[in-house]
Every structure is written in structure tokens, then in C-alpha cells.
T-cell receptor, first 107, second 117 residues
Framework: AQRVTQPEKLLSVFKGAPVELKCNYS??????LFWYVQYSRQRLQLLLR??SRESIKGFTADLNKGETSFHLKKPFAQEEDSAMYYC?????????FGQGTTLQVKP | DTGVSQDPRHKITKRGQNVTFRCDPI?????LYWYRQTLGQGPEFLTY????????KSRLLSDRFSAERPKGSFSTLEIQRTEQGDSAMYLC???????????????FGEGSRLTVL
């Protein structure tokens, strides 16, 4: 079965602390991997994609094919990072999303 | 704002009624997607179009659901004989697809929230 699992519904950290949002997946084939973010009262938007190997807003994500994981990391969290984060996999635009993790960054 | 727009933003209806949602994608995007999101869940794929052709439908899309994109521009999603289980946020997204080269980014609308009483 093709599935994305984000084990944490809520992750609460203090400003300046490191952040790691976990994502594990099962998929047959070679999917593209993404992290999407939804800030309060805004629409869902792309944060980063594996294929680009970019760092966006200080976030990076490393693909571990052996563990089938694609965890999102940031060394120093900022209050403006507070949002809902979704891991997604797929291709052709047909994506499978995880349930999402709410990141709460406290001052 | 030249982003993806959806209408209506909110719809409250009684069980058994029909509802229709409209999505206007980013004008140069040839692919259009419909997703459904229920409380506490991530978006779930329903269907997608390339230009006017509907290329795939999820098993989630029962016979009561129909989607069209008649001229390859805007799309409509109709739900007939609504049930309480249809209550959800219906998200539309668009992307640019150029054969093998795919930008991989979906641009989402703000969604249409359906409440079935």
C-alpha cells in the first residue's frame, strides 16, 4: 500500500531550538517527495521538494531510501515557522499526503 | 491575485441536495487537480485533468461525484444527493506539466468547505 506517515500530530518547541518533523513512506516505484506547509489563514503551498535539494527558509529534508524516510529539519526554529506541515509523495502531480504535523514555536 | 480561485468558499446544504464547486486554475497551467480534506487529515486525491481530459479518478470518487473541465480552463466538481460523509474541504490545485519535465509543484486554492446537514 502506498502511504505517508507523519507520526507526530503536534510538535512544540521553543524559539531557537532545533526542529525535526518526521515523515515515513511506503511507495512502489520512485516517487517525488515534497513538504507542503500551511500557515494560519493561508493556502497550502510548497515548502521544498527533494529533487531540487534546496534549503527553503532554513529547512532541509534528507531522503533516506533505506529507512524510507524524508524528515524535515531546521537547526533554529523561528516563531514564524509555526504552521501545519504535510509530507507528500507521488508523481504526475497525484500526491499522497500525510496527516500533517502542527509545529508550534513558542517565544 | 492570479492564483487558483475556488467558488463558493463555503456551502451548507441539506442531505440529498446537489452541490457544485468551481475552480479557476492559474491560466497557463494545463493540469488541474481536485483533492478532499477532512478534519485532522491531509488532502486526499480525487481526480485530475490535463487540459480537458480527465486522466485519473480515485476510488474515493463515487458515482455521485462528477468533475468536468470542458474547455481546458476552469473545472467544476458536482456532488449529487449529498450525504453527511461528504462534509469536507474540497481543494483544487493546478500545475504546469511539460511531458517528462514536471515542475512538481501544485498551486492550491483556498478550498471550498462543504457542510452537509
Amino acid at each position: 500500500a502506498q502511504r505517508v506517515t507523519q507520526p507526530e500530530k503536534l510538535l512544540s518547541v521553543f524559539k531557537g531550538a532545533p526542529v525535526e518533523l518526521k515523515c515515513n513512506y511506503s511507495y512502489s516505484g520512485s516517487p517525488e517527495l515534497f513538504w507542503y506547509v500551511q500557515y494560519s489563514r493561508q493556502r497550502l503551498q510548497l515548502l521544498l521538494r527533494h529533487i531540487s535539494r534546496e534549503s527553503i527558509k532554513g529547512f532541509t529534508a534528507d531522503l533516506n531510501k533505506g529507512e524510507t524516510s524524508f524528515h524535515l529539519k531546521k537547526p533554529f526554529a523561528q516563531e514564524e515557522d509555526s504552521a501545519m506541515y504535510y509530507c507528500a509523495i507521488g508523481n504526475t502531480g497525484k500526491l499522497i499526503f500525510g496527516q500533517g504535523t502542527t509545529l508550534q514555536v513558542k517565544p | 491575485d492570479t492564483g487558483v480561485s475556488q467558488d463558493p468558499r463555503h456551502k451548507i446544504t441539506k442531505r440529498g441536495q446537489n452541490v457544485t464547486f468551481r475552480c479557476d486554475p492559474i491560466s497557463e497551467h494545463n493540469r488541474l487537480y481536485w483533492y478532499r480534506q477532512t478534519l485532522g487529515q491531509g488532502p486526499e486525491f480525487l481526480t485530475y485533468f490535463q487540459n480537458e481530459a480527465q486522466l485519473e479518478k480515485s476510488r474515493l470518487l463515487s458515482d455521485r461525484f462528477s468533475a468536468e473541465r470542458p474547455k481546458g480552463s476552469f473545472s467544476t466538481l458536482e456532488i449529487q444527493r449529498t450525504e453527511q460523509g461528504d462534509s469536507a474541504m474540497y481543494l483544487c490545485a493546478s500545475s504546469e506539466w511539460a511531458g517528462i519535465v514536471n515542475t512538481g509543484e501544485l498551486f492550491f486554492g483556498e478550498g471550498s468547505r462543504l457542510t452537509v446537514l
